[in-house]
């Protein structure tokens, strides 16, 4: 279980060594999608669920998606974990091949209601849900000066740096890398961009778009029933 005294590198060791205990719920998951693919008729195909795990009752939430009914045994794996400290309510995406974590703060999540869903009523759990069905892909390059100071004029922040910008479905996330470990820091949309602004980010946005071609193929629209 995740608790408040914690590190950074405490909460990625939590993270991964208490993820493999969830691999006979894992299994029974993906039993249970694959019937769910072969009855589907519209594709990608994903499926949501949420699991907690045995003993020390971490959280995760995982998705599987097919891109084709042939994908059905071997569907494409996102997994985010949800914990709890006093200042409110975090998100951790694991990326199990490379071993990294992203970590999400609630102001990050304060961030994503004010500029993006833009509703109050929305509980902080389903905002975070939200955000992750709506975010198919993480492009992520590495922050020049313009980036930062795009990012200190939005969070109102004097000189603060920065190690990347990376292009999600919805906009533009901020923030930084320690070692295995990302912290996002926060999120703009392409609204809240100036036109002299945009051009800084077309490039990322085009590349983002491709890379998204590449993993989902042309026209990726995403099919989640949950």
Known sequence: ?????MTLQE????????LPTL?????????????KVLKASRFPYTFTYELNTPIKKNLFIVTLTALTKGNSDKPLLSVYGIYDRPEGKYAAALSVDLITTSIYPPHF?????E??????????????RLYFAKSWGFYK?????????????FENSTNEEISF??????????GSSFGKINIIKTIISEENLFDDQKELFHKLREDY???NKDRYGVGFRLINPN
Request: proline content about 0%; glycine content about 4%; charged content about 30%.
């Open 115 to 128: 500029r993006i869903v833009k509703d109050d009523k929305l509980a902080n759990k389903q905002l975070i």
């Open 165 to 174: 910008i990376a292009a999600t479905d919805e906009g533009y996330c901020f």
């Open 209 to 211: 778009n491709n890379a």
């Open 141 to 153: 390059v590495v922050a020049n000066k313009g980036h930062e100071a795009v990012y200190n004029s």
């Open 11 to 18: 909460i990625h060791n939590e993270l991964f060594t208490d």
């Open 109 to 113: 999540f304060k961030r994503y209601r």
């Open 23 to 35: 691999n006979g719920k894992m299994n029974h998951c993906k039993k249970d999608f694959r019937r």
């Open 1 to 5: 279980m995740i608790v408040e005294a």
